[in-house]
């Protein structure tokens, strides 16, 4: 059989088994979501070996979707570890027979503490499901191993069940875009949702501000100096009047009235766009590439005082694309 029907077929048989356990899905999964939505503690992942795997990388999605949680070792849990659960806390335990010791072991501990208890496994009828609380079935008929001998679809099936037990819990819990922003500040999705143009723009401080009155010459340093592509012309009271950019610069110097001492107000032109510094910047970048006349500049106004200037480029740099 050639490599890539094995792959489909495995793929199928790992699809298949999920779709089956969906369709089993019933009133201990509820019971399990309301176990740990009703919890004034943590969702505490714990497992060995492979299962163990699986416990860590739920640990990192309950925690990020709005529920605390962490990861407890099985094997490090009796020689000290056990210190970091308490009664608030929910236990959701890994195992696929059911039968491991490190396991089994833990059940009279975490109950002398109060703390509840959720087992995912292969096997409900096993020692750890006698002992569990709550007891959600992973089983599988064969794996999709053709030998039925590594571990594969009983594992893919612990991984979706515990997706879905943490996406439950996170919409119980009315968790939102927003909140998971807040806990991946650094990702894209985060920067989208948080930042704004305020946080991105060059303020008015460190840009290139003109009178209508300087001389050419000047504007020409002052945008130098700030390392921008434009100087926006204010007058006294920070109210903008116009707009001058690198590319009306270059013009200017090519015009037969070309004159360096020129006032700002004979090169400005009026400035036809701006922007609100609350403004979403993922908006912005948006209405940078909407515009007719690709600009890489855009000032920010507050009402009609000037606070800032607009950059493309760093809007780009940002991280929200």
């Known amino acids: 059989m050639k490599s890539e029907s094995i792959g489909r077929e495995a793929l199928r048989h790992e699809a298949n088994a999920i779709l089956a356990m969906a369709d089993a899905l019933g009133a201990t999964f509820i019971q399990a979501v309301d176990l740990i939505s009703a919890g004034k ?46 009664a608030n806390d929910v236990v959701v335990l890994y195992t696929h027979s059911g039968e491991t010791e490190e396991i089994v072991k833990l059940f009279a501990p975490i109950a002398s503490i109060g703390a509840r208890t959720i087992l995912i496994t292969g096997r409900p009828e096993s020692t750890a499901g006698r002992l569990a609380d709550v007891v959600l079935d992973t089983g599988v008929a064969d794996e999709a191993c053709p030998n039925n001998l590594a571990p594969t679809t009983s594992t893919t099936a612990m991984i979706a069940l515990s ?48 009178s209508p009155e ?74 940078f590439q909407q515009l007719e006349r690709k600009i890489g500049e855009m000032p920010v106004l507050q009402g009609d005082r000037l606070v800032g200037l607009l950059m493309l480029k760093d809007l780009l740099r940002s991280g929200i694309v």
Request: glycine share 10%; charged share 25%.
């Open 41 to 86: 503690g943590r969702a505490i992942t714990c497992g060995i070996g492979k299962s163990g795997h699986i416990a860590r990388k739920t640990a990192g999605t309950f925690s990020s979707t709005g529920t605390p949680s962490l990861f407890l070792h099985a094997a490090e849990a009796v020689h000290g570890d056990l210190g970091m659960v308490t």
């Open 163 to 210: 997706d879905a037990l943490a996406i439950a819990v996170m919409v119980r819990r009315g968790f939102t875009r927003e909140d998971f922003a807040r806990f991946h500040p650094s990702g894209s999705l985060g920067k989208r949702l948080l930042l704004r143009v305020s946080d991105v723009m060059r303020p008015a401080r460190e840009i290139a501000v003109v």
């Open 214 to 287: 300087t001389p050419f010459l000047e504007i020409l340093k002052a945008i130098t100096k700030a390392g921008v592509g434009a100087a926006c012309v204010c007058d006294p009271e920070g109210r903008l009047l116009g707009f001058i950019s690198d590319g009306d610069c270059r013009r200017f110097m090519l015009r037969e009235d070309f004159d360096m001492a020129a006032p700002g107000s004979k090169i400005m032109n009026p400035c036809d766009y701006s922007i609100e510094p609350t403004l979403m910047a993922v908006d912005a970048l948006e209405y």
